[in-house]
């Protein structure tokens, strides 16, 4: 019921904005047109509430389990081995990218595609909650963790970590697959903003599991993923009987599927990146974000866990994080993105997240606190999802296939888990010195912030050359 309420918010609204004073009238008018379908026609319609249902159940889920994944890991393994875990999440990606290419050049039709990784998931976190219930001590006490129990935190970080990346990355390229440029400046705001309406409740969730406990809550996102697979499903079913009727068959949607008949090698999609300079900017703006937001979470999370000293407190902990970054991120979304974007421009909106990630560095640096750090990352957050977030996916709309699964899929992947690894080796190597996270922490993440600010002006204007010239990138 929610979404065709948004939806029509732009039509109550056009009655009042008149009337509101000054400058907020344009703003107030833009930001809820900025959700009328009315330029879709109904099979597209049909299509993005069902997309858009999807990511709001994925990242829903995902905000769910992931202060979980803390609070598991935290009492079976221990926070301070939280920088090998990144580590070792690279190392699990590797075969898991290669996997996941190797089913997309063997899985004509994406439905398939979908339903065989939401299966994957669905069974291991199926796995873990009963694992969970078969453990005989109560979870969330702190205590010498036995080494069945510490495999299984092992097992819970790196499925939680590897969700994340393969899920989200594979909903994104499936969408900007089926969408052209007229329709991504449309959905996409709007699909930002249910992201975090999910997140928000999948995060409030996560504050109760002292009242649901973990196995439950791990089982209700099993049963989740298979229902965001389904619902995708029938998504791309309406998605194909609009092209069977020849409806606004648009230039990008038929490059698609002529790039689809040609196979490619499993490693395309690192050509791609290392060959066509585009692509290889999309990396860096991407993926450096990373590796600062690694370094601010584990200063946060070391602080934090001198605070509150059981899996369950660290756990509810990291849930009101969630809240607090994802109802700043709503919050965001629904008043600044769609009106910063048609204002200022895809290039605006790719720069403004370096600079205000190193206004945040800066900040933290300066007052060192468990609460500036909690507000330092709220901040990072928010604009990574709301503002980076979408314009960061609408660089795929000029792009050819291979770009938007393959190549995207090292970069979703391998990309942003390699700089959290960066991020974590960082913070190894300077986790037995609080101040010495801090200030040595900060100069280099101020260093790639850097590079990524360079990046991002440079992407900005090749984006809009491609625009005003009609070209894809192959």
Same mark, same amino acid.
């Given at each position: 019921?929610?979404?065709?309420?948004?939806?029509?918010?732009?039509?109550?609204?056009?009655?009042?904005?008149?009337?509101?004073?000054?400058?907020?009238?344009?703003?107030?008018?833009?930001?809820?047109?900025?959700?009328?379908?009315?330029?879709?026609?109904?099979?597209?319609?049909?299509?993005?509430?069902?997309?858009?249902?999807?990511?709001?159940?994925?990242?829903?889920?995902?905000?769910?389990?992931?202060?979980?994944?803390?609070?598991?890991?935290?009492?079976?393994?221990?926070?301070?081995?939280?920088?090998?875990?990144?580590?070792?999440?690279?190392?699990?990606?590797?075969?898991?990218?290669?996997?996941?290419?190797?089913?997309?050049?063997?899985?004509?039709?994406?439905?398939?595609?979908?339903?065989?990784?939401?299966?994957?998931?669905?069974?291991?976190?199926?796995?873990?909650?009963?694992?969970?219930?078969?453990?005989?001590?109560?979870?969330?006490?702190?205590?010498?963790?036995?080494?069945?129990?510490?495999?299984?935190?092992?097992?819970?970080?790196?499925?939680?970590?590897?969700?994340?990346?393969?899920?989200?990355?594979?909903?994104?390229?499936?969408?900007?697959?089926?969408?052209?440029?007229?329709?991504?400046?449309?959905?996409?705001?709007?699909?930002?903003?249910?992201?975090?309406?999910?997140?928000?409740?999948?995060?409030?969730?996560?504050?109760?599991?002292?009242?649901?406990?973990?196995?439950?809550?791990?089982?209700?996102?099993?049963?989740?993923?298979?229902?965001?697979?389904?619902?995708?499903?029938?998504?791309?079913?309406?998605?194909?009987?609009?092209?069977?009727?020849?409806?606004?068959?648009?230039?990008?949607?038929?490059?698609?599927?002529?790039?689809?008949?040609?196979?490619?090698?499993?490693?395309?999609?690192?050509?791609?990146?290392?060959?066509?300079?585009?692509?290889?900017? =999309?990396? *860096? +703006?991407?993926?450096? #974000?990373?590796?600062?937001?690694?370094?601010?979470?584990?200063?946060?999370? &070391? $602080? %934090?866990?001198?605070?509150?000293?059981?899996?369950?407190?660290?756990?509810?902990?990291?849930?009101?994080?969630?809240?607090?970054?994802?109802?700043?991120?709503?919050?965001?979304?629904?008043?600044?993105?769609?009106?910063?974007?048609?204002?200022?421009?895809?290039?605006?909106?790719?720069?403004?997240?370096?600079?205000? =990630?190193? *206004? +945040?560095?800066?900040? #933290?640096?300066?007052?060192?606190?468990?609460?500036?750090?909690?507000?330092? &990352? $709220? %901040?990072?957050?928010?604009?990574?999802?709301?503002?980076?977030?979408?314009?960061?996916?609408?660089?795929?709309?000029?792009?050819?296939?291979?770009?938007?699964?393959?190549?995207?899929?090292?970069?979703?992947?391998?990309?942003?888990?390699?700089?959290?690894?960066?991020?974590?080796?960082?913070?190894?190597?300077?986790?037995?010195?609080?101040?010495?996270?801090?200030?040595?922490?900060?100069?280099?993440?101020?260093?790639?912030?850097?590079?990524?600010?360079?990046?991002?002006?440079?992407?900005?204007?090749?984006?809009?050359?491609?625009?005003?010239?009609?070209?894809?990138?192959?």
């Amino acid at each position: 019921q929610l979404l065709p309420w948004m939806l029509s918010l732009s039509e109550e609204h056009r009655k009042f904005v008149p009337d509101a004073p000054g400058r907020l009238a344009p703003i107030i008018t833009d930001m809820f047109s900025g959700f009328s379908f009315a330029e879709l026609d109904g099979h597209q319609q049909r299509m993005y509430a069902l997309v858009i249902t999807v990511f709001t159940l994925t990242l829903g889920g995902y905000w769910l389990i992931r202060p979980m994944k803390m609070g598991v890991f935290a009492t079976f393994v221990g926070v301070e081995n939280e920088p090998q875990a990144k580590l070792g999440t690279l190392v699990i990606l590797v075969p898991l990218l290669f996997a996941y290419n190797k089913l997309y050049s063997l899985i004509e039709d994406p439905r398939t595609l979908v339903a065989s990784v939401a299966g994957v998931y669905s069974c291991i976190f199926m796995f873990i909650a009963v694992s969970l219930i078969s453990e005989s001590e109560t979870i969330g006490e702190p205590d010498t963790a036995t080494q069945r129990r510490a495999y299984l935190g092992w097992i819970t970080y790196w499925a939680i970590e590897s969700f994340a990346s393969v899920t989200v990355a594979m909903m994104w390229s499936i969408t900007a697959s089926v969408s052209d440029a007229t329709a991504a400046r449309i959905v996409y705001p709007a699909i930002v903003v249910f992201e975090q309406l999910g997140a928000v409740g999948g995060a409030t969730l996560a504050t109760f599991t002292e009242t649901f406990g973990f196995p439950v809550l791990f089982a209700l996102q099993g049963v989740n993923v298979l229902l965001c697979a389904v619902l995708m499903r029938f998504a791309l079913g309406i998605h194909e009987k609009r092209m069977s009727f020849g409806r606004a068959l648009d230039r990008n949607s038929a490059k698609i599927d002529r790039d689809r008949g040609e196979p490619t090698g499993l490693l395309e999609g690192l050509r791609l990146v290392a060959t066509r300079p585009y692509v290889l900017a =999309v990396l *860096i +703006v991407s993926t450096f #974000a990373e590796i600062v937001f690694t370094i601010m979470d584990f200063q946060m999370k &070391m $602080v %934090a866990k001198s605070v509150y000293t059981s899996g369950t407190e660290f756990s509810s902990f990291m849930g009101h994080f969630g809240q607090a970054a994802n109802i700043t991120s709503l919050l965001l979304a629904v008043f600044g993105t769609q009106s910063i974007m048609k204002r200022c421009g895809l290039k605006v909106c790719l720069l403004a997240y370096p600079v205000c =990630v190193g *206004i +945040v560095i800066v900040c #933290a640096a300066s007052f060192t606190n468990l609460w500036m750090l909690f507000g330092g &990352m $709220v %901040a990072i957050k928010a604009l990574g999802y709301a503002l980076n977030g979408p314009a960061r996916e609408m660089l795929y709309i000029r792009t050819s296939s291979d770009i938007k699964f393959k190549a995207k899929s090292w970069i979703d992947m391998f990309g942003t888990r390699g700089c959290k690894a960066i991020g974590s080796v960082v913070n190894s190597s300077l986790r037995h010195s609080t101040e010495a996270l801090m200030s040595q922490g900060s100069l280099y993440s101020g260093g790639f912030v850097l590079v990524w600010g360079i990046a991002a002006l440079r992407l900005g204007r090749m984006h809009r050359d491609y625009e005003l010239r009609d070209k894809y990138v192959e």
